[in-house]
């Protein structure tokens, strides 16, 4: 019988890399938000959408169909209704939900930074967004080109411009969800908080724009700004009451400087130590 010691030791433990640790929070956040409601809004945006553009370019064309027939789903309120809808579903228990548990004091404490969190949660957040902002347009001109209702060339460029107006929704209503969600610890608060707030501004600009009729007021729209855009990339002929260029700026900078605002929320919140 041996006395000797074990010839065996623990192995020491490898951090994953921030990569690991931001792809670990998007998984979570992407499943976490996959629930019934998330779901009917995605299939009625892409329902309603590409049913719309189909009527328009392939049942029902408009001789020559061009790049201007797809701008018909993002010339009225209907589309950014939808990404506000899905935006409500899945950004108003983002961040609240972890503030409401706590469990934020262990996503923030080390090795895990606030680049990390916040990265994934918006990274997951954006996904669900986007699929709403996007999918729509890119899956119709995909059908539209195959049934032969327009060219490759059109239905590329209509591929385009659908991701470069979804990104520029996607950029602000993801900035959004997570600074309402940010700073209350109920989702119920930061869903009505994120409806109340759009609906609320539309509603104002509406109104005052109508009274006073300040060429200004239209960029206060985030609706109104994102027609316009729309407008722009698809080269459609309606008649704009912004500058696009002008409009996608103040969209931008408005999602960049909710992400700042989030960020400044979160740093206040206090951290379990390594």
Same mark, same amino acid.
């Given at each position: 019988? *041996?006395?000797?010691?074990?010839?065996?030791?623990?192995? *020491?433990? /490898?951090?994953?890399?921030?990569?690991?640790?931001?792809?670990?929070?998007?998984?979570?956040?992407?499943?976490?938000?996959?629930?019934?409601?998330?779901? @009917?809004? /995605?299939?009625?945006?892409?329902?309603?959408?590409?049913?719309v553009l189909l009527i328009r370019i392939v049942i029902f064309p408009s001789e020559p169909v061009g790049l201007s027939a797809f701008s018909t789903p993002y010339?009225?309120?209907?589309?950014p209704l939808e990404i506000l809808l899905v935006t409500a579903a899945t950004g108003a228990g983002s961040i609240a939900e972890d503030l409401a548990s706590r469990s934020i004091t262990l996503y923030l404490s080390r090795p895990?930074?606030?680049?990390?969190?916040?990265?994934?949660?918006a990274a997951g957040l954006a996904f669900w967004i986007g699929l709403v902002a996007m999918g729509p347009g890119v899956v119709a001109a995909i059908m539209a080109a195959a049934l032969g209702g327009v060219s490759?060339?059109?239905?590329?460029?209509?591929?385009?411009?659908?991701?470069?107006?979804? @990104?520029?929704?996607?950029? !602000?209503?993801?900035?959004?969800?997570?600074?309402?969600?940010?700073?209350?610890?109920?989702?119920?608060?930061?869903?009505?908080?994120? !409806?109340?707030?759009?609906?609320g501004l539309e509603i104002s600009v509406l109104a005052i724009w109508g009274t006073t009729g300040n060429a200004q007021i239209p960029?206060?729209?985030?609706?109104?700004?994102?027609?316009? /855009?729309?407008?722009?990339v698809f080269q459609s002929?309606?008649?704009? *009451?912004?500058?696009?260029?002008?409009?996608?700026?103040? /969209?931008?900078?408005?999602?960049? !400087?909710l992400i700042l605002l989030t960020w400044l929320r979160l740093e206040r919140v206090e951290v379990v130590g390594e």
């Open positions: 019988m *041996s006395i000797a010691p074990p010839r065996y030791a623990a192995e *020491s433990i /490898v951090r994953v890399g921030r990569g690991s640790r931001i792809a670990a929070i998007f998984e979570r956040e992407v499943g976490a938000r996959a629930g019934v409601g998330t779901w @009917l809004v /995605v299939a009625f945006a892409f329902l309603s959408n590409i049913l010339g009225g309120t209907l589309w895990i930074h606030l680049v990390d969190y916040l990265g994934g949660k490759a060339s059109i239905a590329l460029s209509a591929i385009l411009a659908c991701v470069g107006l979804g @990104l520029l929704a996607t950029a !602000f209503f993801t900035g959004l969800a997570l600074a309402l969600s940010a700073w209350t610890a109920r989702a119920l608060y930061a869903g009505v908080a994120i !409806f109340g707030l759009i609906l960029y206060l729209s985030v609706f109104v700004d994102l027609q316009n /855009v729309a407008y722009y002929p309606g008649i704009t *009451s912004t500058y696009p260029g002008l409009s996608a700026v103040y /969209v931008g900078a408005a999602g960049a !400087f």
